[in-house]
């Protein structure tokens, strides 16, 4: 299985797992839901079940995908590719390769962005179930952290292959 083709397995599994996962959890809540919280975690914005629920179906959807046409049109516009070592990258022997790269990489993305919003959307599930709706702000810390520190590393990732001579 091609690099590519793993990352988009890997999403769409990931995906139907957020759309259970959101879709049973969510059946369980209060008819209005926190969606909203202060810095202290504290609630001050509120969406009913329904919004809250179709919104994150689409959000989880429309946020990780956003990247992957973007990567998959560079091909059509060599000349804005901004890569080291460019005019070997999409030399005509390359470039397939190149692009090919790209868009696997940018699969890959989709799949960091996945999980970014699976984990809050799980945050805020959490908060939810409370009494009073509190989203523990040290946990969203650590999740944006988390996220952080995996787009750095798909960074230095896509640094490393073009840095090669």
Not at 54 to 69: C, D, M, R, S, W
Not at 139 to 164: D, G, H, N
Request: aromatic fraction near 14%; include cysteine; glycine fraction near 6%.
């Amino acid at each position: 299985m091609s690099p590519r083709n793993l990352a988009v397995c890997v999403f769409v599994l990931g995906y139907v797992m957020f759309a259970v996962y959101v879709s049973v959890a969510t059946a369980s809540l209060p008819d209005r839901l926190a969606t909203h919280f202060t810095a202290d975690g504290v609630a001050n914005g509120w969406s009913s079940r329904a919004s809250f629920r179709t919104f994150a179906l689409l959000f989880g959807l429309g946020f990780p995908l956003f990247i992957v046409p973007l990567m998959w049109a560079v091909r059509f516009f060599p000349g804005g590719l901004n890569l080291p070592n460019r005019d070997r990258w999409i030399a005509p022997d390359q470039r397939a390769a190149t692009y090919e790269y790209l868009l696997a990489h940018a699969w890959r993305l989709a799949c960091i962005q996945l999980g970014l919003v699976a984990m809050l959307n799980t945050l805020l599930i959490q908060a939810n179930r409370q009494q009073q709706p509190f989203l523990q702000p040290g946990i969203t810390l650590v999740v944006t952290l988390i996220f952080l520190v995996a787009v750095v590393v798909w960074i230095v990732a896509l640094i490393l292959r073009f840095s090669r001579k």
